[in-house]
């Protein structure tokens, strides 16, 4: 990727990344560290990846995207925003009562939302439909999922793991944002689902690690899961939770806990530095 | 006499699958390892492009259903009660109901009539589970004719579908002319002195115990609820005016199912005394269904045990 393109995607990431705290911080409440994690994952799907038209949400031959951990709808919302689908004003309704901004999405209330997520393992089953949904009528739009690095611990994920490998949906990717935190502490803690590439492997899936922080292994991968034939492809993303906001990467206690004004503000200078640094 | 004609419910599904199929092809069918059972293996022969088994995963067939049902097509899943309702229930309340998603599900094997298998099998509490979540229509034919009929009603229409088939072959009550409508409730018999309002294959024993109270003087009302939700109340409440006390009968527990749902009904609008024929808050227990059926009091010297305590609480 040239060092322009690369500049550009780094400052909607920025932007994105205000978003999740403009809306937490207005909420009061919701998830900024496993938000925060994405926003560069989801910043490069929604402006250099996916097929899409904001003017024109429905299209049906457009690409689909689920996000399976559906608490990080900030960051969705906020990506979303940047890319054109409401206004970023809107950000700041975020869980509010009458906001098309839901605690987690809602394909019911935000034209865009592909299908309603949130609780976890149920959004990949349903990428699962899409991407066989794409197959049957040989369409050529293609499924983006993200997972969380917890939220597979759930079983349906590997149910859903096993069938995508057998019907050979290679028109499904998969992202797991590997930031190593959930509630109650670290995932291996808590119940450990590493090796992680492994387990992708055996059930039959194309797997690439990559630092999900970089545009560059981002922009491979997804190249190289495009040439991929007869199988999903899993990316297993090397995250920090709560990366760009100093305070709270690898903080377990920003899994779900909203910034006060302080910290809002103090979140917020660091963001306008590197978004500054960018525009330079 | 000629001989009375049986056929599970569960064979009118499969076979109108194959009927929908042919006509419409954005039909797809969905099964979990069961499709010799659930009967959607004659879709899957007639069609074997449009249908798919998730193998034996019921959390993530419903997923699968709701993302396929996102692409346009008109989705059946299907599985036995006790794994739709039951262990995919939270699948089918955020996956399907919460966005409203254009999936139908075929749930076969409900209720005691499942027979040999078992408690771990016989699922009366699919209706309460699905009643819960807002949208869901509910489905509970009495017979082939009236199942056949539900597949393509729920087919015309957009939105989710809980319909309940058994296993056991029962016998056909209607004619070929019968006339379906989805929430609306079917009068099979007038009359003044108690209401009957059964559903699934207690509609028959419904008829049954009807004429034996007629034979006794007792005049009966018979309505055919079909449809679970919405609930026909307009006819549940206009019942309750003209006989002054009813008499549900159901196939699953008393707890949730359509008891409650006409109980809702009439105390909110019209309070009459309500008994209730259905599974007594117990669970299953194998045996042949035809004896099961009696054990659980699922029968119609039940119903009319009950229609006399019904009279006397007016």
């Not at chain 1, 399976?68 to 890319?83: D, E, F, I, N, T």
């Not at chain 1, 917890?150 to 028109?171: F, H, R, S, T």
């Not at chain 2, 088994?53 to 259903?65: L, P, Q, Y």
Request: proline letters at 4%; hydrophobic letters at 45%.
């Amino acid at each position: 990727m040239d060092v322009v393109a690369k500049k550009e995607l780094a400052k909607v990431a920025c932007n994105v990344r205000k978003g999740i705290i403009e809306g937490t911080f207005n909420a009061k409440s919701g998830h900024p560290g496993g938000s925060l994690s994405i926003a560069d994952i989801i910043s490069y799907l929604y402006f250099k990846e996916m097929n899409i038209d904001p003017a024109n949400p429905a299209m049906p031959e457009r690409d689909r995207f689920v996000l399976s951990k559906g608490h990080a709808a900030p960051a969705l919302y906020s990506v979303m925003a940047q890319r054109g689908y409401f206004p970023v004003e809107e950000l700041k309704t975020l869980r509010k009562i009458g906001s098309r901004l839901q605690g987690h999405p809602s394909m019911k209330c935000l034209p865009g939302i592909d299908i309603s997520t949130g609780s976890l393992g149920q959004g990949i089953s349903a990428a699962c439909g899409m991407a066989l949904g794409g197959k049957l009528q040989n369409a050529d739009f293609r499924v983006y999922a993200i997972l969380g690095d917890g939220e597979i611990q759930e079983g349906q994920v590997w149910e859903a793991a096993m069938y995508a490998a057998a019907k050979k949906l290679d028109n499904l990717v998969a992202f797991v944002d590997n930031n190593n935190l959930q509630i109650d502490g670290t995932v291996e803690e808590v119940n450990s689902p590493y090796p992680i590439p492994e387990k992708f492997v055996a059930f039959g899936w194309n797997v690439i690690e990559i630092d999900g922080h970089s545009f560059d292994e981002i922009e491979n991968a997804l190249n190289a899961a495009r040439e991929c034939k007869g199988k999903p492809t899993a990316i297993v993303a090397s995250t920090t939770k709560g990366k760009g906001v100093s305070f709270m990467e690898n903080q377990v206690s920003w899994h779900g806990a909203a910034p006060n004004a302080e910290q809002y503000e103090i979140a917020m200078k660091e963001l306008d530095e590197v978004l500054n640094g960018l525009e330079g | 006499m000629a001989d009375v004609i049986k056929v599970a419910t569960r064979d009118a599904y499969g076979k109108a699958l194959v009927e929908l199929g042919e006509k419409n092809p954005n039909v797809v069918v969905l099964d979990a390892d069961l499709a010799a059972a659930t009967k959607t293996g004659g879709f899957k022969k007639a069609f074997p492009d449009r249908f798919f088994d998730t193998g034996i995963a019921e959390s993530n067939m419903m997923g699968v259903a709701a993302g396929l049902a996102t692409t346009g097509y008109t989705v059946f899943a299907s599985s036995f009660a006790m794994f739709s309702a039951g262990r995919a229930f939270e699948q089918v309340r955020n996956t399907i109901g919460y966005p409203h998603l254009n999936v139908k599900i075929g749930a076969t094997h409900a209720g005691i009539s499942v027979g040999e298998d078992g408690a771990s099998h016989q699922c009366c509490e699919d209706i309460a589970l699905m009643r819960s979540i807002p949208g869901m229509v509910i489905i509970n034919p009495a017979d082939d004719v009236e199942a056949r009929a539900a597949v393509l009603a729920a087919a015309e229409m957009d939105g989710p579908v809980y319909m309940r088939f058994g296993r056991l072959a029962v016998p056909r009550i209607f004619d070929e002319d019968y006339k379906f409508e989805i929430g609306k409730a079917v009068t099979l018999k007038e009359g003044t002195d108690v209401t009957i309002i059964a559903t699934g294959l207690m509609v028959k024993e419904a008829i049954e115990a009807a004429e034996a109270l007629e034979a006794e003087g007792v005049s009966v009302e018979l309505i055919n609820m079909h449809t679970i939700k919405p609930l026909d109340k307009e006819a549940v409440v206009a019942a309750a005016k003209k006989t002054g006390c009813i008499v549900t009968a159901e196939e699953h527990n008393v707890i949730g199912g359509l008891g409650d749902a006409v109980c809702d009904a009439v105390c909110e609008e019209y309070p009459v005394p309500v008994v209730k024929v259905g599974v007594e808050d117990t669970f299953g227990k194998s045996g042949p269904a035809l004896d099961l059926l009696p054990l659980f009091g699922l029968d119609a010297k039940n119903i009319v045990e009950k229609a006399k305590i019904a009279i006397s609480k007016k």
